[in-house]
């Protein structure tokens, strides 16, 4: 992707410097609209993660839809690229998204909601990658990260379904969520068109078996597949 890359639905150019994507992300933040989500009612989901080759010059942005009854897979899709933007803690997204939007757009089924890896409103600027995606996009997302980037939590209870909120002073960021009995907690937080609440019962929907929801633990092992030549890349 190239720095001039066009922001879908804003018309500006993809910021090329941190101080220029700090601005987009105070800007758009204001765009977040929770909304209630019915987790029960949810049919077809898509996990989005990236994976970094181990010299960072090449990533791969997977996207695999499943059903939301079966966790089984409908479509795939990869994009493999060079990251255009630096590593900056809380500017991600401008890493990511280029190639991430890319493989969205080549799938021809449209999830109910997206799950990424990584946070919402549990964010600096109250913006992270689920929030861009969910924005740019106009759909349903969500975040669901394996650490805490902002705020503070009490470990929440052993059993699964057991939940803490996640706070910075008096507002909440999002939940500590335990999906399985005794393993450590996942990080939910709202991303757009979702409320915690929803978001919290779809994460465990989708969390049969393992710590992370199947969609983006199978994105993660697509894009790793990829990285290491296992399976071919579509771009």
Not at 134 to 161: C, H, I, Y
Request: with cysteine; net charge neutral.
């Amino acid at each position: 992707m190239s720095g001039d890359l066009i922001v879908p639905g804003v018309g500006d150019p993809w910021p090329a410097d941190p101080e220029a994507a700090r601005a987009v992300q105070e800007r758009l933040a204001g765009r977040v609209r929770p909304e209630a989500l019915e987790a029960d009612a949810v049919s077809v989901v898509a996990g989005l993660d990236v994976t970094y080759a181990v010299d960072e010059e090449r990533l791969v942005a997977a996207a695999v839809v499943m059903t939301a009854d079966t966790l089984e897979v409908v479509e795939t899709s990869v994009v493999t690229a060079r990251p255009r933007f630096p590593y900056v803690p809380g500017l991600f997204a401008f890493r990511e998204l280029p190639p991430l939007l890319e493989a969205v757009d080549r799938l021809r089924v449209r999830p109910d909601v997206y799950v990424c890896d990584g946070y919402g409103l549990a964010h600096p600027r109250r913006f992270g990658l689920a929030c861009h995606l969910g924005v740019l996009l106009d759909r349903p997302a969500l975040g669901v990260a394996k650490s805490a980037f902002v705020g503070r939590t009490e470990a929440p209870a052993t059993q699964r379904g057991a939940w803490s909120e996640l706070r910075e002073g008096e507002e909440v960021l999002g939940r500590a969520l335990r999906t399985r009995e005794g393993v450590k907690p996942v990080y939910v937080s709202v991303g757009h068109r979702v409320d915690l609440e929803g978001a919290t019962r779809l994460v465990l929907r989708l969390t049969p078996r393992y710590r992370l929801p199947e969609p983006i633990r199978r994105a993660d092992q697509l894009s790793r597949g990829v990285l290491a030549g296992r399976t071919a890349s579509s771009g």
